[in-house]
């Protein structure tokens, strides 16, 4: 009997091994229970967690190499990238464990500079945390932004260009802190680049 089971065992993680099928990784089960506890705590139900779902897997098809790391968010380069959905039921992104704020405030955190897809801060939010020249097309970003929040620490600068098929071209520089709920129709959905410090 014990030799059948020890046979069995061993051609089952063959099958596994062979068919490149794996148990799940603690790290899957880990992101699996946060986003149970965040859905709970969010209130929503399935169907509103799959819709998000199907937006964050769409999101890192276009943007490889991020990470699930909430129901809602998405963190590249060690989450010094992230992008946030707004939680069904709500027009501005934020975190399950951000508070909800008053509608047409801007709700970047400290030391971070935020682009937003929609006026008055309101839809998806894609936010840097460090120094660098970033090409909003490999976040699939570019030719969204209407709104932005620099938050950085104080007299931190943030270039936002767009690409005009043969340059940079700027559109606007923001200095920590500040913010603007539109960035006017002569800039709107032009942003395709920014230099973020």
């Known amino acids: 009997m014990r030799t059948r089971i020890k046979i069995g065992v061993t051609l089952a993680a063959g099958a596994v091994a062979t068919l490149g ?20 705590k969010a ?10 779902q199907r937006q964050i897997d769409k999101q890192m098809a ?22 946030t959905f707004p939680l069904p039921g709500e027009k501005q992104a934020r975190s399950v464990n951000e508070p909800l704020g008053a509608l047409g405030t801007a ?3 400290y030391l971070w500079t935020c682009l937003y897809e929609h006026s008055n801060f309101d839809g998806r939010r ?4 460090d120094c660098n020249f970033e090409n909003l097309a490999n976040w699939g970003f570019n030719d969204q932004t209407t709104s932005w929040h ?20 700027q559109l606007w520089v923001s200095t920590a802190p500040s913010a603007s709920s539109n960035v ?3 800039n709107n959905d032009k942003a395709d680049g920014l230099w973020v410090c």
């Open 43 to 52: 209130g929503l139900n399935k169907s509103e967690v799959a819709g998000l």
């Open 150 to 169: 620099n938050n950085q620490s104080r007299g931190t600068r943030t270039h936002v260009y767009n690409w005009t098929g043969s340059s940079w071209a």
């Open 21 to 40: 099928l794996a148990a799940p990784t603690s790290a899957s089960t880990q992101l699996e229970s946060t986003i149970a506890a965040q859905a709970q």
């Open 107 to 109: 709700n970047c955190s």
């Open 184 to 186: 006017g129709s002569a």
């Open 62 to 83: 276009k943007t490889p190499g991020g990470k699930q790391i909430g129901v809602n968010q998405v963190a590249w380069r060690g989450g010094k990238a992230v992008m």
């Open 126 to 129: 894609l936010t840097w945390s």
